[in-house]
């Protein structure tokens, strides 16, 4: 199983950055997707997740209304489109796939509940 996040890099505040995340050997549109972010000295958070169909998606406080998750299951990519960044956004970016009975809240923000994670890719929000 591999999952290869890429679009990582340097933007000033207010920028706009879009992640990709190619995912192969596993069977992609069975599995729900997340990202994840985690910056230097503090732990891994949830960004956004997205259902097994792309029918449903949730995202963090702190993105709501800025970034937008999207899949295709047909190319076996998941995306994440990320507007008007802040500083506070800077952190390195994972994507991540888990098997989920139900769509629920509480499971799809945990990354406990994803089985299978990517290498990460850096962004940076310069002020």
């Known amino acids: 199983v591999q999952l290869q996040a890429s679009g990582g890099g340097l933007v000033q505040a207010g920028g706009s950055l879009r992640l990709s995340c190619v995912v192969s050997?596993?069977?992609?549109?069975?599995?729900?997707m997340g990202w994840f972010r985690q910056a230097p000295g503090k732990e891994r958070e949830f960004v956004a997740t997205?259902?097994?169909?792309?029918?449903?998606?949730y995202y963090a406080d702190s993105v709501k209304g800025r970034f937008t998750i999207s899949r295709d299951n047909a190319k076996n990519t998941l995306d994440l489109q990320m507007n008007s960044l802040k500083p506070e956004d800077t952190a390195a970016y994972y994507c991540?796939?888990?098997?989920?009975?139900?769509?629920?809240?509480?499971?799809?923000?945990?990354?406990?509940?994803?089985?299978?994670w990517g290498q990460g890719t850096q962004v940076t929000v310069s002020s």
């Open positions: 997205i259902s097994k169909s792309g029918s449903w998606t």
């Open positions: 991540a796939a888990g098997l989920f009975s139900t769509i629920n809240v509480v499971s799809h923000t945990k990354s406990s509940a994803y089985g299978h």
């Open positions: 050997g596993l069977f992609f549109s069975s599995y729900g």
